[in-house]
């Protein structure tokens, strides 16, 4: 046990895991994509899979470590957000309980991933008894808000990303509500960064559909440019304020992006990382 386990959730942006997979596959101990049966998503709407993906796929695992793991993540009578949690519990469950479960969504890209296995490998002794250490961690993530004028347009306060956890009694989404432990590590997320249609679906299809103004949203999103992000405000899809300021990196492709972006400025100190951990073993503490 205590194996590195990775799992992602193949839906209707699966293409972007040829994005996510191969920054982790080299560290992971054993890879497992979740994908519905009969291609539904948590909605309920269905999607088509090019067949050239499972090539692909084949392809870059070299070492044996990718399981397709299908089954039944639709149900009708539960929202779309418990069929999220509902989908990445069962994830874990096939992942195996004692090993770290670490859950990749399709749009979000380790820079290191190395150093991430690094610093939960300080915590192996939890999984001994992981039932009664149920602790999750965090990581820290650079929302991608649009691609434009021969680059891309992020949001300038990173955000929590909880990447992990030892016991997977998940809450909402990803988050068990326990004890988090943040990490200095950062993942670019791919959030918003696509087409009009590919966002438009999201919205309409992921675990918070109902809390979102989708046509408010896509008139903002269609008019902010390099030109006038400047003097723009709130871009969040829930609450505008939470994502209120954008800046701008050139680069076409993630490769170029993060060769260009220097997030020195935007990450998070050491003095934060402990203060927040403090702060969450204090809370936890008589819990």
């Known amino acids: 046990m205590k194996k590195i386990q990775v799992g992602f959730l193949l839906s209707y942006d699966y293409i972007k895991l040829k994005n996510s997979i191969p920054p982790v596959y080299k560290e992971a101990d054993e890879i497992f994509i979740a994908v519905d049966k009969d291609l539904r998503t948590w909605s309920g709407a269905t999607f088509e899979v090019d067949p050239a993906f499972y090539d692909w796929l084949k392809q870059i695992d070299v070492d044996n470590k990718i399981t397709i793991y299908k089954d039944d993540f639709y149900v009708p009578t539960m ?42 490998r300080k915590y192996d002794h939890l999984l001994d008894n992981p039932e009664k250490n149920k602790v999750q961690f965090a990581c820290f993530l650079i929302n991608m808000f649009k691609y434009t004028d021969g680059g891309m347009l992020y949001v300038k306060v990173p955000t929590r990303g909880i990447m992990a956890t030892t016991y997977p009694n998940y809450r909402v989404a990803r988050n068990t509500r326990q004890r988090i432990i943040y990490t200095n590590n950062v993942l670019w997320h791919e959030s918003l960064a696509r087409t009009e249609q590919e966002i438009d679906f999201k919205l309409r299809n992921w675990g918070h559909n109902n809390e979102v103004d989708v046509d408010a949203f896509m008139e903002k999103w269609r008019t902010v440019n390099k030109s006038n992000y400047q003097s723009m405000r709130g871009f969040f899809y829930i609450q505008p304020e939470k994502w209120n300021e954008l800046d701008f990196v050139e680069g076409n492709t993630i490769d170029e992006i993060t060769k260009n972006f220097d997030g020195s400025k935007l990450l998070p100190s050491s003095f934060y990382i402990w203060k927040k951990n403090f702060g969450q073993w204090f809370k936890f503490l008589f819990k």
Not at 90 to 99: A, T
């Open 79 to 120: 929202s779309a957000i418990e069929n999220d949690n509902r989908e990445r519990h069962m994830l874990s469950l096939k992942m195996g309980i004692g090993n770290w479960l670490i859950q990749v969504d399709s749009d979000e890209y380790f820079l290191d991933f190395k150093n991430f296995v690094k610093d939960l």
